[in-house]
């Protein structure tokens, strides 16, 4: 809902009504092929059964989702992290590496969870882990196994074990909620009956910064995730919106009319220092911070006479255009690197998720999806993956796809709207 109503702030509260129940739980569905995946075989680890969670279902769900693997067939076959893998029989199911281990439930009712990554082609060990973890932190092991492998194999760092926050509607009420990367284990931040909009992480992720409209009226608040405790940090007069972290956390970014207009604002992470960075007759906001420095900051105008996307250095000084294919370019979200922008294009009536290369002047932009309604794009930690929300099904949805669009994961909820997601970075 952001995105549609991007430029029209005060619309807001009345085009939000009232959805299904709330419900946290996801199941992945994954679609696409990718042009090079790596086929992986990670059989069910021995006695996961006696614990609650299928740690080697949970790893095989977040390699596949991330696009560069392929999960080979392993139904049937017993083994663990002491085993020694005939090599040439897994080269004879076509797999290229191969990870085993075991879930053993500790007398002091922890988890012993340990595993083995082996190169099959080489026929080579590569190496493995154990740790012993509460029940409640069985998914997280998983996750950090999975993001092991992917670092292993592929040379960058895995994102699993990173959260994702995201906008729930349903039952009358709004709930923000912080979730693993892949959707599951939500837990509840905020609960409202009035909108909640625009979550970002700081860059430590120990805050989450949003909009909450508890108040009858658009306010910016902070909030740790780990104590719940938070702060208003713009409650000026007029709306309060599209709060943004400079990379280092000490500044946000946002759009106030506490001086007529919308325009975009800078201020200290408590609320502090208010500085004004754009004066125009338009419609400022959606700000987002250029990483890694911090130095510039993109943003969508209707200045051009209609919504497309800008950058501006956080001193102020001349302001570039960005975006000039079609006429309504919105929500911009720039890779970890700065390299890529993600923004929500419209085509005709569809509102779909691209990309620019913002390191090859000239580039085109290019479209990922073959959804109607896509919002909210916003980039993995390592900057291989986008989560963005959609609808399907007469529902709202939150995807996530890799860069080329060849591999989607739809995170499903069984009942909720969800949307408004945004990564989280690393560290947890």
């Not at 959805?19 to 696409?32: K, L, N, P, Y």
């Not at 007029?238 to 201020?267: C, H, I, K, V």
């Amino acid at each position: 809902m952001k995105r549609r109503t991007v430029l029209h702030l005060a619309a807001l509260p009345a085009s939000l009504g009232l959805f299904g129940t709330a419900q946290a739980q996801f199941r992945v569905e994954i679609s696409g092929v990718g042009a090079t995946q790596l086929p992986i075989a990670v059989p069910r680890f021995r006695d996961e059964e006696k614990a609650p969670q299928p740690v080697s279902a949970i790893i095989r769900a977040d390699l596949e989702r991330s696009g560069f693997f392929r999960p080979i067939d392993a139904n049937g076959v017993a083994l663990d992290e002491t085993s020694r893998p005939v090599m040439a029989d897994w080269r004879g199911r076509s797999a290229d590496a191969l990870a085993a281990g075991s879930v053993q439930r500790l007398a002091d009712g922890r988890f012993d969870v340990r595993f083995k990554l082996w190169d099959v082609v080489k026929g080579s060990e590569i190496g493995g882990q154990a740790s012993a973890v509460d029940a409640a932190d069985l998914r997280l092991a998983a996750h950090r196994i999975a993001d092991y492998i992917y670092e292993k194999l592929t040379g960058d760092k895995g994102v699993f074990s990173t959260r994702i926050a995201y906008v729930t509607r349903g039952g009358g009420r709004y709930t923000l909620r912080v979730a693993d990367a892949d959707g599951e284990g939500g837990q509840v931040a905020l609960n409202s009956p009035e909108p909640i909009i625009s979550p970002a992480w700081s860059p430590d992720g120990r805050e989450l910064a949003y909009v909450s409209f508890e108040s009858q009226k658009a306010v910016v608040y902070a909030q740790e995730v780990m104590s719940g405790k938070r702060r208003p940090i713009a409650n000026f007069r007029g709306s309060n919106s599209a709060p943004a972290w400079s990379p280092d956390g000490s500044t946000l970014a946002a759009t106030l009319s506490r001086e007529g207009g919308s325009q975009l604002f800078l201020m200290d992470r408590n609320g502090g220092n208010v500085r004004r960075l754009t004066s125009s007759q338009a419609i400022d906001t959606e700000p987002v911070f250029e990483y890694p420095d911090g130095k510039r900051i993109y943003f969508v105008s209707d200045r051009g006479g209609g919504p497309q996307v800008y950058r501006i250095a956080t001193g102020g000084g001349n302001v570039e255009r960005i975006t000039f294919g079609g006429s309504y370019n919105i929500s911009p979200a720039v890779s970890p690197d700065g390299r890529t922008l993600a923004f929500i294009a419209r085509q005709g009536n569809s509102f779909k998720l691209h990309t620019l290369d913002l390191s090859s002047p000239g580039s085109q932009p290019v479209p990922l999806t073959d959804t109607t309604d896509d919002e909210s794009p916003s980039f993995s930690p390592n900057g291989k993956l986008i989560i963005y929300a959609t609808r399907a099904g007469g529902r709202d949805v939150l995807m996530t796809t890799t860069l080329d669009g060849k591999i989607k994961a739809r995170l499903v909820s069984t009942t909720a709207d969800v949307r408004e997601p945004n990564w989280s970075p690393y560290g947890r």
